[in-house]
């Protein structure tokens, strides 16, 4: 087994669920759907991000048959994102490094798009057992039965409840970079970025470039051994570049960037107009006395991402928790299978690591899915995995020094006050889940049932992150003894028409 810190088995995991029975009969609460014959698909792939687009270049140009999800118009994912039909790019510094390194991959899967079926604008809202899969495409709900799966979801940005948080002109890094990149739009005109990580300074860049005014730059993460950092960036050039270059950034925007510092508080009325930001210490509690007041209309929150996990959830994969890399991810073998049959998944789905480490785990899914399927010998996959296991093996190094500075500490998640809202699609305040608490709820999904807490349209993203930690913190227990939301279909909001067409599942 190759080293790897994802893998370690002496981290806390969720019980392994495959067998379990629910309300139903099925496992998973549903049978088989379609009523009918359903299409088989040799290897399906969910997600045209750095690993989907990886996975299916590989296993292409060894023979297998493939089939690509996605939900967006174009390939590309969150960063390497395309311009909408009706945008054209006159200078492509403007979008910066991972634009420019996303048109490589972009050309490399052109080059096999013919060879695969390419559906966009799919959304995946069930997986089942008997290996069948449920998407909707326009109008169209589909089932389909897949030999071998790569579930390749990404992640989403990190949601931090805190006072004024769902204000107007409150956005999420990404989001913000979304309309910077892509839109071509800026998101306000005096704008606070507070988060931690690398995201921040290119997100500083993007705006600059674009015209628009960083007032400041929060980073809540601090360097404790800059020879350590040094040491991990050592043969990593391409990062240690772009690095420098938002650094470079940054000062010659002259852009404020406070170290050791978070958001406490947004305030305005009926929009933001103020942001209250104050020094930390080493759990990210702020220091009594360092508050300062800044005059702004946006705030750009930028504190990490979590692992989008629900459809491997769903896949009864057994995961574990392991916060330095965003939360529960799915345990995976050196060749990313997880521990269901014929399923593998790669990319930050399966814990943050960035573009370049996702890449890396797209490419060898996608070889050992074609040895699996007979189209390598174990020797030749071997020889064409070895590359990208190479170059994983330093960006992992360098990924965990950055992870252990980045990674959400305590206070972050004591900064919501008891009317602070915590799920906002139901608009439930910290206080009624401390109440939901004291009337004997014990986990997430008693709370979810006593208050529909994560029923809404997100489905529980926006809130079980935050969720966990604070009743961990209202137990005085760890977060991995919080046992996660139980995943159920759709996992996306779908038209209710969709589910009337698969009567089985209305009958779980």
Known sequence: MHDDHRRSPEHPRLPDTRNARMPGGDPGGAGPIGGGKVKEIELMILGSGPAGLAAAIEAVRAGASVTLLDENEKPGGQIYR????????????????????????????????????????????????????????????????????????????????????????????????????????????????????????ALANQIAKAGGHVAAIVE?????????????????????????????????????????????????????????????????????????????????????FVPSTELTRMARCEHRYEPLL??????????????VSDIYSAGDCTGIAGSMVALEEGRIAGIDAARSLGYLSPEEAAKRAEPSRKRLAGLKRLRR????????????YELAKDDTIVCRCEELTLAEIREALQNGATDMNEIKRMTRMGMGNCQGRM??????????????????????????????????????EHKELLDT
């Not at 929009?271 to 990210?284: L, Y």
């Not at 020094?401 to 972050?412: A, T």
């Not at 935050?466 to 909001?493: C, F, G, H, M």
């Open 82 to 201: 395309q311009l909408a039909a009706g945008y054209q790019v006159t200078d492509p510094g403007t979008l910066g490094r991972d634009y420019l390194r996303g048109q490589k991959l972009l050309a490399e899967f052109d080059s096999i798009r013919l060879k695969i079926d390419y559906l966009d604008q799919a959304l995946v809202w069930g997986i089942f057992p008997d290996r069948e899969l449920a998407f909707l495409r326009g109008e169209e709900s589909q089932s389909v039965r897949y030999r071998k799966l790569i579930i390749a979801a990404g992640a989403y940005d990190r949601p931090v409840p805190f006072p004024g948080w769902t204000l107007p002109g409150v956005f999420t890094a990404g989001g913000a970079q979304r309309m910077v990149k892509i839109q071509r739009v800026l998101p306000g005109e005096s704008i606070l970025l507070a988060g931690t990580g690398p995201l921040q300074l």
């Open 220 to 304: 809540a993460g601090r360097i404790d051994s800059w020879p350590r950092l040094l040491g991990a960036t050592w043969g990593q050039w391409q990062l240690l570049s772009d690095a420098m270059h938002y650094l470079m950034g940054v000062r010659l925007a002259r852009i404020p960037l406070w170290r050791k510092h978070i958001i406490v508080e947004a305030r305005g009325d009926g929009k933001v107009e103020e942001a209250v930001v104050a020094e930390v210490d080493r759990s990210w509690r702020p220091k009594p006395g360092t508050e300062r007041t800044l005059s702004v209309d946006t705030i750009c929150i930028g504190y990490g």
């Open 326 to 339: 965003g939360g529960w991810i799915p345990v995976l073998s050196e060749d990313m299978q997880t521990s």
């Open 401 to 412: 020094v950055l992870d252990e500075i980045s990674m959400p500490r305590p206070g972050l």
């Open 463 to 500: 809130c079980a992150p935050a969720l966990q930690e604070i009743i961990a913190r209202e137990k005085r227990v760890p977060a991995s003894d919080i046992v996660y939301l139980n995943p159920r279909p759709p996992v996306k909001p779908i038209p209710l028409a969709v589910l009337a």
